[in-house]
């Protein structure tokens, strides 16, 4: 049974940093990657990592996010640095991603995570 039970959610003021982190039980993924959704608004991708160390991100959290995954603990991570008020969202991990070469996107896979809230504000 495959689990990802996610923490490190919280509350900080812009500029600030947290770290998310992702525990994967049941299965090893090659590509695993962190959604966030905010209020009103579609599920969006984050950042993606393979096995292979190769990562991803969106625009929006280049330079400012970064993700890792330790192999021995099944964990990913995303450090969030120089957080801003519109990166208030609902954070999700997702296991299972799959790049679909003829629209250069990624597909989500079926596992996700209970979503955690990461709220940015004075």
């Known amino acids: 049974q495959v689990q990802l039970v996610e923490s490190g959610g919280g509350l900080v003021q812009p500029g600030g940093s947290l770290r998310l982190s992702c525990a994967a039980s049941?299965?090893?993924?090659?590509?695993m990657g962190w959604y966030r959704q905010a209020p009103g608004k579609q599920r969006e991708l984050v950042a993606t990592i393979s096995t292979d160390g190769t990562t991803n991100y969106a625009g929006a959290v280049k330079g400012r996010f970064t993700i890792s995954r330790d192999s021995a603990k099944n964990t990913m991570y995303l450090q969030m640095d120089s957080l801003k008020p519109e990166d208030t969202a609902v954070y999700y991990c997702?296991?299972?991603?799959?790049?679909?070469?003829?629209?250069?996107?990624?597909?989500?896979?079926?596992?996700w995570g209970q979503g955690t809230q990461v709220t940015v504000s004075s």
């Open positions: 049941g299965s090893i993924f090659n590509v």
């Open positions: 997702n296991a299972g991603l799959l790049f679909i070469r003829s629209t250069r996107t990624w597909s989500s896979g079926r596992y």
